[in-house]
């Protein structure tokens, strides 16, 4: 059944503060998640990807209002390329797919934790995760 | 042993393009990790955390290149504050630390995996992990 378009959501109110060419994307994300989400400057939240079964980190994407809107709406993934200034569905091109088995949105807005049922490798490098490099940290027990 | 300084970085290239009040934060960051780094347009990434031992994802907070190396050369998760517009060491007022174990950067250098030992709760409203709010998904199974 077709769902009446809300009101378009996610412009900030002051488009001369912020670069214009990010601005102008309208959203059916539903109003009232739409007024939870504290976005960077240029209107968008960080997404944490988690695979359902194992609890294990993933990857962290991008989402605007709309891609969040999508993301809840098909039970697929939907994140908004910086780099390329688009929309991509996770597994559209690899077939790395991922089944959306959760949403959560964080106590401030600005972040959502994703759970996911991943198809073959989360990162486009071919591993499982995209954190795979370790950064040299001094831990408590070795300071002086 | 004192460590010398090694060169500022974390300074964009054409101040102009950017908003100027957050490019003036000199860092220590080891260069070659610095280098590695793709940030938002106000000079962040995405650190999320997750606490070493149960793995569950507790929250996300921003780090630009001097918050990630105080976090790497103290063994203290320490981030930036966007809201109050300054460091932060996690646990320095609540009592509730974070005793950083491992820091993973992603393959595309925008995001951060912050393993740690979380004393007390992540999450400012007490709650154990920031991601507490649950958003309605349509899951794969439910679709037509």
Redesign the interface.
């Known amino acids: 059944m077709p769902v009446p378009d809300p009101p378009v959501t996610g412009v900030p109110s002051d488009p001369n503060e912020l670069?214009a060419p990010t601005l102008a994307r309208p959203s059916r994300l539903d109003p009232a998640?739409a007024a939870?989400l504290r976005r960077?400057?240029?209107g968008l939240v960080?997404a944490?990807v988690?695979a359902h079964d194992s609890?294990?980190?993933l990857?962290?994407a991008w989402m605007d209002d709309e891609a969040l809107h999508r993301?809840?709406?098909?039970?697929?993934a939907t994140y908004w390329s910086r780099s390329r200034r688009e929309y991509w569905v996770k597994g559209e091109t690899s077939g790395h797919h991922q089944?959306?088995?959760?949403?959560?949105?964080?106590?401030?807005g600005?972040?959502?934790?994703v759970s996911v049922d991943q198809v073959g490798a989360a990162?486009?490098?071919g591993?499982r995760t995209?954190?795979?490099?370790?950064?040299?940290?001094?831990?408590?027990e070795?300071?002086p």
Chains 1, 2 share one sequence.
């Open positions: 670069p998640i939870r960077t400057v240029d960080a944490v988690r609890g294990e980190v990857m962290v993301t809840l709406t098909t039970g697929r089944y959306v088995r959760s949403v959560a949105l964080d106590c401030d600005d972040a959502l934790l990162c486009h490098t591993h995209c954190f795979y490099t370790e950064l040299p940290v001094v831990t408590p070795a300071l």
